[in-house]
């Protein structure tokens, strides 16, 4: 296990290279498993590409980076972790204006532990935090998040964090199209202390 806590900041442009490397490094990894989440770059309503979103994601400071920070010199001074983006407002593309306005919600995305790194339960930490943070910064009830529609394993993983399916995506080629929640104060209490 990993003892040490994870300290989360908010990312800059000096960050998105080890970002895009997190996210090439996944996708890797989620061919091998045997699903093509990420395999297409789809462009967004304006025609935005995937790293065009992140950084823009950064630049509005709505990315954040997750570092376990050493003191053994050993080891790297900083060791990346994982990344999530986190947004106070939903797309309208995924969920309807009635949704978004119902009750305030955190929308997480592209949420990306490092190589090496899975299996201690930093994303389940990652997603406790923002659901604490979400609450404790501007009163959301719940946490929404659109998952790859063929990615079966990554369903899963939601559902055992407490999230439900909330139905479909409505287009038909948008590739995300599973749409889970889960209210902002159930937590898994897995994984490493975070600190921000």
Known sequence: TIGAPLYMRRATRTDFGVIERMIEDAKVRLRELGTDQWSTDWPDEVGNRRMDRMLRSIEKGKTWIGEFRSRDY???????????????????????????????????????????????????????????RAYKNYGAQS?????????????????????????????????????????????TNLGPVIFD
Do not use: C
């Open 143 to 187: 946490i929404r998040i659109d998952v790859w529609t063929t990615n079966v394993a990554l369903h899963n993983y939601y559902e055992k964090r407490g999230f439900e399916k909330r139905g479909l995506v409505p287009i038909e080629d948008y590739p995300a199209q599973q749409r889970f929640e889960r209210p902002t104060s159930d937590e």
């Open 74 to 132: 050993s080891y790297p001074p900083e060791l990346p972790a994982a990344t999530v983006t986190i947004e106070e407002m939903g797309n309208r593309t995924v969920w309807s204006a009635a949704e978004l306005a119902a009750y305030r919600a955190v929308y997480l995305s592209r949420l990306v532990v490092a190589e090496g790194l899975a299996g201690f339960h930093i994303g389940s930490a990652i997603i406790d935090w923002a659901g604490r």
